[in-house]
């Protein structure tokens, strides 16, 4: 069965420095590996996804995330944070061949402070 | 372009009574997939339809039940409501016979359930 794991409940980031939000995966092939933002009482938002080819993605506002099928990780990153990125993550895998249902890790808390 | 659109936003329920919720799908789209997400977890798949019939389903009990009509658009249907029924529920939608299982989803803003 899929999974993924977010293995972090919050991060705490000063404005201006990297962030790195981790996730790990299960999967029983090669997975399709998604990244949404939930900002409070809205819906989720896509920021990118990995499905084959260059093992660094990059997405919306700014992000990135990168792809490792040897620690089956998929870490989103930003070079320089910004307080508007505050927000709730969360990671997603699809496993190919099984329609486009989306298995969530439990989300990841981002503060950025100023 | 209109996004994915769900209503209503808010409702309160009581236990045994039953909800129906909507959703529009962004156009363009054909499959709308519906998700349970409880206070502080991630969203769970429900089911998802495409062509009008329930081409998936997660680990959710028959008193959860869809329904998608012609113009795409789709209704969640819960029965006999229960105190763990509350939650959002978001509805996504997608071009699947274009992106196959490799689009992404599109949500809406969520329908916000409470059931006392």
């Known amino acids: 069965a899929q999974s993924v794991a977010q293995p972090e409940d919050q991060v705490n980031v000063a404005e201006g420095n990297p962030l790195t939000v981790k996730c790990t995966y299960s999967?029983?092939?090669?997975?399709?590996l998604f990244w949404y933002v939930q900002y409070p009482n809205r819906g989720l938002q896509f920021l990118l996804k990995?499905?084959?080819?260059?093992?660094l993605v990059k997405g919306s506002y700014g992000f990135e995330a990168e792809f490792n099928k040897s620690q089956t990780s998929f870490h989103l990153k930003k070079p320089s944070a910004l307080v508007s990125d505050s927000a709730l993550y969360f990671c997603?895998?699809?496993?190919?061949?099984?329609?486009?249902?989306?298995?969530f890790g439990a989300g990841t808390i981002l503060r950025v402070k100023s | 372009d209109a996004g994915v659109t769900q209503s209503p936003t808010h409702l309160i329920k009581t236990r045994g009574q039953q909800v129906t919720l909507r959703c529009s799908p962004k156009?363009?789209?054909?499959?709308v997939s519906w998700y349970q997400q409880a206070l502080g977890q991630g969203p769970q798949f429900i089911f998802q339809?495409?062509?009008?019939?329930?081409?998936q389903r997660g680990n959710f009990p028959d008193r959860f039940s869809g329904h998608q009509f012609p113009n795409y658009s789709s209704e969640l249907n819960v029965n006999a409501l229960l105190l763990g029924d509350s939650a959002l529920y978001l509805c996504?939608?997608?071009?699947?016979?274009?992106?196959?299982?490799?689009?992404?989803?599109?949500f809406g803003e969520g329908s916000r359930l409470t059931v006392l």
């Open positions: 996504a939608s997608s071009f699947l016979k274009e992106t196959g299982d490799t689009g992404e989803l599109f």
């Open positions: 339809y495409y062509e009008e019939e329930e081409r």
């Open positions: 990995y499905i084959t080819g260059d093992n």
């Open positions: 156009s363009g789209h054909d499959t």
């Open positions: 997603a895998v699809r496993d190919p061949g099984y329609g486009n249902k989306l298995v």
């Open positions: 999967v029983s092939g090669n997975p399709y």
